[in-house]
């Protein structure tokens, strides 16, 4: 039986932060984030509780603690880093993980008003406001795009310098002031590759909590150019087909969401 099934009806679901990681909980069915009526750790003075929504039927809590908890993966409880957490919790729990790590990012960045310096009010659960100046605060996503460049039977795979880890992946970036999602495309693309492209096509956005940005992904044909590296942002890229795929991205992203519908050929 699973811990959403035997807790109360005034249970929560409770989504406790140290940093960047996010408290899970051993369960006879696998990780769960923790439930119960109270927070499952002290809640440190002067830290809020942010009600972020519902998670299976509960209304889901979140809050940062200010110290870390001892224990592994023989522990009933542990810190998991909120990446890692997407191979462990829930796809449900994951993502309702990823909104409140984005809600107490803002809560920590916004305790004084950027104008007049003064502390803030929160007045609603994603918005704040100054006292002093009338300032309203919200919470700040950053837009960046992530596109799969095809050229015939085969797609452009880099490996950017600040990737966790040794696979490759697509071009991506994060929109400038003053241009459009698609201008944006174009753009990292010619500055990170020196490629020319056409044919651009939404394919699907995606949260990306880390630490607070939206990925918007698109399809494209390769055009024209020869592929020059920015060095300071690529370690490599090259075109492959399907049959001599490098390490590509874990499931959680967009970017492997890309590489897979390609690999399928719906794109």
């Not at 006292?131 to 460049?149: E, M, N, T």
């Not at 001599?244 to 959680?252: D, F, G």
Request: proline share 7%; aromatic share 8%; charged share 25%.
């Amino acid at each position: 039986m699973s811990p959403i099934q035997h807790t109360k009806e005034t249970a929560c679901g409770w989504f406790v932060f140290y940093g960047g990681q996010v408290l899970i909980e051993k369960q006879t069915d696998g990780y769960h984030i923790p439930y119960g009526e109270e927070p499952p750790l002290p809640v440190p003075e002067g830290n809020t509780i942010h009600t972020i929504g519902t998670i299976n039927g509960h209304t889901a809590k979140a809050y940062a603690i200010d110290a870390p908890i001892s224990g592994d993966e023989n522990s009933p409880r542990m810190l998991k880093d909120l990446r890692a957490s997407f191979d462990v919790l829930p796809r449900t729990e994951y993502d309702c993980a990823g909104k409140a790590s984005q809600i107490l990012t803002w809560d920590k960045n916004s305790r004084y008003c950027p104008r007049c310096g003064v502390a803030t009010i929160q007045v609603a659960p994603i918005a704040k406001h100054c006292p002093k100046c009338g300032q309203d605060i919200y919470p700040r996503i950053s837009p960046a795009v992530i596109v799969l460049i095809k050229k015939e039977d085969s797609i452009l795979l880099v490996h950017a310098r600040n990737f966790r880890g040794t696979f490759n992946g697509l071009v991506a970036g994060f929109l400038e002031p003053g241009e459009t999602l698609e201008e944006c495309v174009c753009r990292e693309v010619m500055e990170e590759t020196g490629l020319h492209i056409k044919n651009l096509k939404y394919f699907g956005s995606q949260p990306w909590p880390y630490p607070s940005g939206i990925m918007v992904g698109y399809t494209a044909e390769y055009e024209s150019g020869t592929i020059k590296l920015q060095d300071e942002e690529l370690s490599r890229g090259a075109f492959y087909t399907r049959d001599n795929l490098p390490e590509i991205p874990k499931k959680l992203s967009i970017a492997r969401r890309l590489i897979d519908a390609w690999l399928e050929k719906r794109i």
